[in-house]
């Protein structure tokens, strides 16, 4: 696919607005109109949600800039639906949520219950979805592992039977079944990291909807606002006192070759900060590929 076959797709799931401040000028935003049939939240299947403005228990700062944003209501969105299993489904609407990049799909079942889950990309309103261990393999239904062929492509992945979907849960993501052993799958995932996982759990077929979410454009500061992220101060604007990389006459290079965090911990540029014996590392057969370092 050519470069404006790309841009002509892009276009067409992409909202630009006109140019009339220099904030919708720059501005590509998702057009979830195309995509999102109900407005409205089942009421039923929301919470309140409390911002913590970055804030752990004890009343400190524990992650930056966070704080703000617009109010917003937490969908309760069930990522097994084991508890459902063997009892058919039919989609009544794909939703948008505030809380996530993905859209969420409101499954009716046959005894009148409805429920929340992940929307794949290509499922739409009035489609049927189905929950059981040896389901169809096709786009939306969840089933369990081992009775999936390899090549598969997955996402909503447990790590562990019965835990709840944890792997591959954001926009236009997907993971593949690359390998079947006796007690583990192998699992390709996204970030390019090699994983085995039980075989008993339990997997959505198909790609998580709303790829288009990486190409937007915010636009302007005020939105980045909106969703609750505050200002970022670059290290080498502070006093020393608050950054390894602060102080200094104009502007100036950091002054040392490892990348740190404010706590001077190593942080991104290929940085490894993974714990060194950590229990799970046996089950990762090839670590993901870190960002190549510039010469």
């Known amino acids: 696919m050519g470069s404006s076959e790309i841009l002509s797709v892009i276009n067409q799931f992409m909202k630009d607005s006109k140019p ?70 039919t989609v009544e609407a794909i939703e948008y949520d505030p809380n996530r990049s993905a859209y969420l799909a409101l499954l009716l079942f046959a005894d009148g219950e409805r429920r929340y889950m992940l929307a794949p990309d290509e499922l739409s309103a009035g489609d049927s979805v189905s929950i059981a261990e040896e389901a169809e393999v096709s786009t939306g239904n969840r089933l369990a592992l081992k009775n999936m062929p390899v090549g598969t492509s997955i996402f909503n992945i447990e790590l562990k039977p019965e835990g709840g979907g944890k792997l591959v849960r954001s926009a236009g993501q997907s993971g593949e079944l690359s390998a079947k052993g006796q007690k583990y799958v192998t699992i390709k995932l996204p970030s ?76 991104g540029k290929g940085q490894k900060t993974r714990k060194r014996k950590k229990y799970s590392d046996k089950l990762i057969v090839q670590r993901r590929k870190s960002k190549k370092k510039k010469k």
């Open 192 to 267: 390019s990291e090699i994983r085995k996982v039980p075989r008993d759990c339990f997997a959505s077929v198909g790609s998580v909807s709303n790829p288009e979410h990486r190409q937007r454009i915010l636009g302007k500061a005020g939105r980045a606002r909106w969703l609750g992220r505050r200002p970022t101060v670059r290290g080498q604007a502070m006093n020393p006192v608050d950054h390894p990389y602060g102080g200094g006459e104009a502007h100036h290079t950091r002054g040392t070759k490892r990348a740190k965090t404010y706590k001077g911990k190593p942080a």
């Open 20 to 89: 009339t401040t220099p904030g919708r000028r720059h501005a590509r935003l998702s057009n979830h109109g195309e995509s999102v049939t109900r407005s409205n939240p089942q009421k039923n299947l929301t919470a309140p949600r409390k911002g913590t403005g970055g804030r752990g228990n004890t009343g400190k700062i524990t992650t930056r800039h966070k704080g703000g944003g617009h109010k917003r209501r937490l969908r309760q969105v069930d990522f097994s639906l084991r508890d459902k299993a063997g009892i058919p489904a």
